[in-house]
């Protein structure tokens, strides 16, 4: 096939062929939205994913896709892949997405059914309609684009996930194991998202991960708080003293070894304080917390995030002090920070900060690298290019994500000379991994169209 500029399709007609292939991408991201795939067979049964990694690869069947399977990943779960071949002498693309999604958290609070998608107010909501199974549908929509504009100019690889929101590593071990199967010149993550809508942006960096559960043990049983309480060692008020070291005055993370990393500057695009307040609906007289700008904060710095306590409940609770409680703890650390580092650092201090002798044991759960792109390479200008066609009148920004694609850092590993871009339609009004996350249909639609464009002009310029 010739890929030369001149025989690239119109850029009109292929806008106008993306725009016709909306109606059908609802229809399959309700269908996808339907199951509840949270890798957690403690909360959704195994069959809910299985069914999502089913019907991912039933669509990359029906698209040409060749070699499609399911991959029995090392955590128990399966990923999707697929080959879709190009003309010869083309460069691959690999294209990631995940269908696992985040818990619904409590689904009264959802105004729809958060495994239906639904309209409303300009958006359709569902868990994981953003984050990330929308970004399965517009990597199918960008590749329909194209074959209706004579045919797909490189070699497509696709690689959909089914663990990437629980953090086991499933994927990565995989591929570390058969590291031929996702090689390719370029990458393109469809896990990140645009700055805020309409705005089309590279994820340039990424923080690391980890995620620990804290265990604390000062009794061998519950005692009656009249009793022995004032001089029995209550294990819950003993762990919130531990989560508390883990806060400065200002809200700062401290972690005792990673203060270097708490006084990182963010250089580049800026996230003014008012927009960051409303994105996050922060109340009115509540203030932020930590120094430096906003960037600085989510970008550049550590930052610990207590995630769930278990202890009794309100309803129900006895006058007892506690004999045990426990916490889960994730810390995101920033690039030039080694999570496995980070992980021992947290360690030692949650250990070292246990009160009046209390038992303290830490175990690991997840983890992940930090990400750092390198923007200078090719891709990205054929990417520039491509968003801006299609976002009218916008350049690409490029932006950190405070948020954690264990994956990126594999890829990295295992392929050094590939280019590695991360996009996506997470953007802030999205609210993933909240309740009422929803996806921008016209996100979806210009996505899609700056994928199948930048996978011309990647095709062109090699």
Request: glycine share 10%; charged share 20%; proline share 6%.
């Amino acid at each position: 096939m010739d890929t030369s500029p001149s025989r690239r399709p119109d850029q009109a007609a292929l806008a106008a062929t993306v725009a016709s292939l909306q109606t059908r991408a609802r229809t399959e991201l309700a269908e996808l939205v339907a199951f509840r795939s949270v890798a957690d067979e403690d909360q959704f049964p195994r069959s809910e994913c299985e069914g999502a990694a089913k019907w991912v690869a039933d669509a990359l069947r029906a698209e040409g896709f060749e070699d499609v399977a399911l991959l029995d990943t090392p955590d128990g779960t399966q990923s999707v892949y697929g080959l879709l071949p190009g003309p010869a002498g083309a460069p691959t693309v690999l294209l990631y997405a995940h269908y696992d999604v985040q818990p619904p958290l409590d689904e009264a609070a959802w105004i729809s059914p958060p495994f239906e998608l639904t309209e409303r107010d300009g958006r359709w909501y569902g868990r994981g309609a953003a984050d990330c199974k929308g970004g399965v549908i517009m990597h199918l929509t960008a590749l329909r684009a194209l074959k209706a504009h004579g045919g797909v100019p490189v070699t497509v690889k696709m690689i959909v996930e089914g663990s990437e929101e629980q953090g086991t590593g499933g994927l990565e071990r995989y591929a570390e194991a058969h590291p031929e199967l996702l090689a390719a010149d370029a990458i393109v993550i469809g896990d990140a998202g645009n700055f805020r809508v309409g705005l089309p942006t590279v994820t340039a960096t990424l923080r690391g991960m980890t995620m620990v559960r804290v265990q604390v043990d000062t009794l061998e049983g519950n005692l009656h708080s009249g009793q022995f309480g004032g001089a029995a060692p209550d294990a819950l008020a003993a762990l919130i003293r531990i989560l508390d070291s883990l806060r400065a005055e200002d809200g700062s993370t401290v972690v005792t070894g990673l203060e270097p990393q708490a006084e990182a500057v963010w250089e580049g695009l800026q996230y003014p304080e008012e927009d960051f307040r409303k994105d996050a609906k922060v109340l009115d007289g509540v203030e932020l917390t930590g120094s430096g700008t906003v960037a600085d904060r989510i970008w550049a710095r550590p930052a610990a995030t207590v995630l769930g306590i278990d202890c009794p409940p309100v309803v129900g609770a006895t006058p007892s002090v506690q004999a045990a409680a426990r916490a889960l703890i994730s810390l995101r650390v920033p690039p030039g920070t080694d999570a496995a580092e980070a992980t021992k650092l947290l360690t030692a201090h949650l250990e070292a900060a246990a009160p009046w002798g209390a038992r303290v044991a830490v175990e690991q759960i997840g983890q992940g690298q930090a990400f750092s792109a390198d923007t200078s390479s090719p891709a990205y200008a054929s990417m520039a290019e491509a968003m801006a066609v299609a976002y009218p009148g916008e350049e690409m920004q490029t932006s950190g994500m405070g948020g954690s694609i264990p994956l990126c850092n594999t890829l990295a590993a295992l392929y050094p000379q590939a280019e590695i871009l991360l996009i996506g339609l997470s953007e802030p009004e999205a609210q993933i991994h909240a309740v009422n996350e929803s996806v921008s249909p016209e996100e979806l639609e210009r996505l899609s169209l700056a994928e199948a464009l930048f996978l011309g002009n990647y095709a062109a310029g090699r």
